[in-house]
């Protein structure tokens, strides 16, 4: 999602690969838009050519992709090309002696980004320099816990060790991983060709190992938060390990962003009504399955809490008996509350479907996260810290956590799932809206809802 490293930069060698696949791309998207090949294309299409050379090849060089088989990498990469394309075309329309053919520039961007992402996998697999080596400053709880997590993902980093700035010995670290020496740090680093450096929150605020930090900034090293890359990681913010400093220094760019705001108030409204229609024969047979099955009401009312703490009516498809909210306030793995033909509009989440309605009225969003029922709120705010910032946006029918971790049955997942509602919320965006539209439609192909 993010890369930290500026040891990747390209170079010659990349720029003269792409140039090579954007003017074959030139070629082959010609020859598909209209069945013959040009003798010379620079010379057919004068300076159009090597404007679009100029064009795509910045943003390839450009797009620093450290894992390119990642949706969300990949969506940018897609959306980075796209752009490059209507570029081109603004200036096919615009400037005299700049112009391409544009069936043939379609084609061609199709076969630039084919092209360039399978050569960007290449050299992601078979270049040496795949993984970043990473060592953490400091030997405390925070350091052992982010170091566990860097070493489940070995494949893109690779933990080099603990700097022990305070110089005390703690024994549930490997000491073979444990640099004491403090004053031979750039040795250390050098040693173990580092790519980023990781402060451990819990000594972020001493005075004198931020001016060793911005002196290792100032020989060309990396350096970040715990927390800030523990959400690079995971996905999630950990919350166990911020505190109000974290708010403030973090950027909740699109809260504010009236543009994205609007795009997707109206990306919400059309995702919703085209929902509906699309859905409504099969709306109609649900209706009548539900209540053949046992007679009781369609639809499933419940208070649920909003933006801004607004409490509002949601709308589901009932799939338990009747009277059964009065029970277990979390639903259960094979909980005999639920109807039969409720299980399958669970694992589908066609249950979810009459929530579009919630949404055109402006209570919910299609993206966001879980709408909660009042009653839990309150007891979620008093036993998890920082549970209220998920009032900050409005909730959705589904979500970057309802997507990324399972059903929350309890206290501990609610506590889990609001780790990735407060990166969503960080972090949103309509790539990351995107990415979690298409694992939505994973999940409901896998009936893995619940």
């Given amino acids: ?68 088989l990642n949706l969300i990498i990949f969506l940018k990469y897609m959306f980075s090309l796209g752009g490059a394309w209507v570029l081109s075309s603004t200036f096919y329309y615009y400037l005299y002696g700049y112009r391409f053919m544009p069936r043939a520039l379609l084609y061609s961007t199709i076969m630039i980004f084919i092209f360039s992402y399978i050569y960007k996998i290449f050299l992601f697999h078979f270049t040496t320099k795949s993984r970043l080596n990473i060592m953490i400053i400091g030997t405390g709880k925070e350091a052992k816990f982010l170091s566990d997590e860097i070493n489940k993902h070995n494949k893109e980093y690779d933990f080099k060790g603990y700097i022990d700035y305070e110089k005390s010995n703690y024994e549930d670290l490997d000491p073979t991983k444990v640099y004491r020496d403090i004053d031979s740090i750039e040795s250390i680093l050098k040693s173990n060709s580092v790519d980023l450096i990781i402060l451990a929150d819990e000594l972020k605020e001493d005075d004198n190992l931020l001016k060793n930090v911005v002196d290792m900034k100032l020989l060309g090293y990396n350096v970040t938060y715990m927390a800030n890359f523990y959400e690079i990681l995971t996905g999630k913010v950990p919350i166990r390990y911020i505190n109000n400093n974290w708010f403030i220094n973090s950027d909740f760019y699109a809260i504010y962003n009236r543009f994205y705001l609007v795009i997707k108030r109206l990306q919400d409204i059309f995702l919703s009504l085209i929902g509906l229609i699309v859905a409504f024969p099969l709306l109609l047979l649900v209706m009548l399955l539900i209540k053949l099955e046992d007679r009781g009401s369609i639809f499933f009312l419940q208070n649920r809490v909003g933006a801004a703490g607004k409490v509002f009516k949601i709308i589901k498809f009932r799939t338990m008996k009747m009277g059964s909210e009065k029970g277990n306030k979390y639903t259960q793995e094979n909980d005999n509350r639920i109807t039969k033909f409720g299980g399958f509009l669970r694992k589908t989440r066609i249950d979810e479907i009459p929530q579009f309605i919630n949404v055109l009225k402006g209570d919910m969003s299609v993206i966001g996260p879980r709408a909660e029922w009042d009653k839990l709120v309150d007891e979620y705010i008093k036993e998890i810290s920082y549970y209220h910032i998920r009032n900050l946006i409005k909730p959705g029918i589904t979500g970057w956590a309802q997507v990324e971790y399972r059903y929350g049955a309890n206290l501990n997942d609610t506590f889990e799932k609001l780790q990735y509602d407060l990166f969503y919320i960080k972090h949103q965006s309509l790539i990351l809206d995107l990415s979690i539209m298409f694992k939505t439609i994973k999940v409901v192909f896998n009936f893995a809802g619940r």
């Fill in 1 to 68: 999602m993010y890369n930290f490293t500026n040891k990747d930069n390209f170079n010659i060698y990349d720029f003269i690969a792409y140039s090579i696949i954007i003017v074959i791309s030139l070629y082959i998207g010609h020859y598909i838009a209209y069945g013959w090949i040009l003798k010379n294309i620079f010379i057919t299409y004068t300076g159009a050519t090597l404007l679009i050379i100029s064009i795509y090849t910045t943003v390839m060089l450009t797009s620093n992709l450290k894992n390119p």
